[in-house]
T-cell receptor, first 117, second 114 residues
Framework: AQKITQTQPGMFVQEKEAVTLDCTYD???????LFWYKQPSSGEMIFLIY??????QNATEGRYSLNFQKARKSANLVISASQLGDSAMYFC??????????????FGQGTELSVKP | DVKVTQSSRYLVKRTGEKVFLECVQD?????MFWYRQDPGLGLRLIYF???????EKGDIPEGYSVSREKKERFSLILESASTNQTSMYLC?????????????FGQGTRLTVV
């Protein structure tokens, strides 16, 4: 069954340092996509980065990068040079399936990141 | 600008009431989702729909039903609200055609059942 696990309920990082948020997943599909979202205290869900199961390169978007290890079924988010505005909940998500019924999207439990000045 | 709109930001209902949560998207997306968000549990999928009148159960469908009569509108129905359904409810939509397209979310409805 499709499953996403985030084992870090809360994390602290010093401003300007890098931080890694863990995400492991379970799926029997060969074709799937992995997403990270940020949810600040305002509650909106902000899309950060995407990794496809067939992508050979790790995804990067500005200060965000995804450490994708397919054999280990992990998709960790790395935030470089943390900023105070990075304090938020972070969710890992997976989409599997394709075609007309494709698109079931499930989420992990989330990690609350606090950036210290 | 893409938009997913949920009809209410805050809602207070009594136990046993029938509750409707409405969600409308203006992006012509095929997929629409309903999640509930609880501390420590993340976002749990209640139902999703990949086409008009089509629906699939998510991980926690008990006590909920959905309706999708038009492509842009996806309704979540609590047939008889209970206190354990007090939660934040999030609606989202996405395209079917591309695996890499992200889902877009509404602002959420915080439902309290008393």
């Amino acid at each position: 069954a499709q499953k996403i696990t985030q084992t870090q309920p809360g994390m602290f990082v010093q401003e300007k340092e890098a931080v890694t948020l863990d995400c492991t997943y379970d799926t029997s599909d060969q074709s799937y996509g992995l997403f990270w979202y940020k949810q600040p205290s305002s509650g909106e869900m902000i899309f950060l980065i995407y990794q496809g199961s067939y992508d050979e390169q790790n995804a990067t978007e500005g200060r965000y990068s995804l450490n994708f290890q397919k054999a280990r079924k992990s998709a960790n988010l790395v935030i470089s040079a943390s900023q105070l505005g990075d304090s938020a909940m972070y969710f890992c998500a997976m989409r599997e399936g394709w075609g007309n019924q494709g698109g079931k999207l499930i989420f992990g439990q989330g990690t609350e990141l606090s950036v210290k000045p | 600008d893409v938009k997913v709109t949920q009809s209410s930001r805050y809602l207070v209902k009594r136990t046993g009431e029938k509750v409707f949560l409405e969600c409308v998207q203006d992006m012509d997306h095929e997929n629409m989702f309903w999640y509930r968000q609880d501390p420590g549990l993340g976002l749990r999928l209640i139902y999703f729909s990949y086409d008009v009148k089509m629906k699939e159960k998510g991980d926690i469908p008990e006590g909920y039903s959905v309706s999708r009569e038009k492509k842009e509108r996806f309704s979540l129905i609590l047939e008889s609200a209970s206190t354990n359904q007090t939660s934040m409810y999030l609606c989202a939509s996405s395209l079917v055609s591309n695996m890499n397209t992200e889902a877009f979310f509404g602002q959420g409805t915080r439902l309290t059942v008393v």
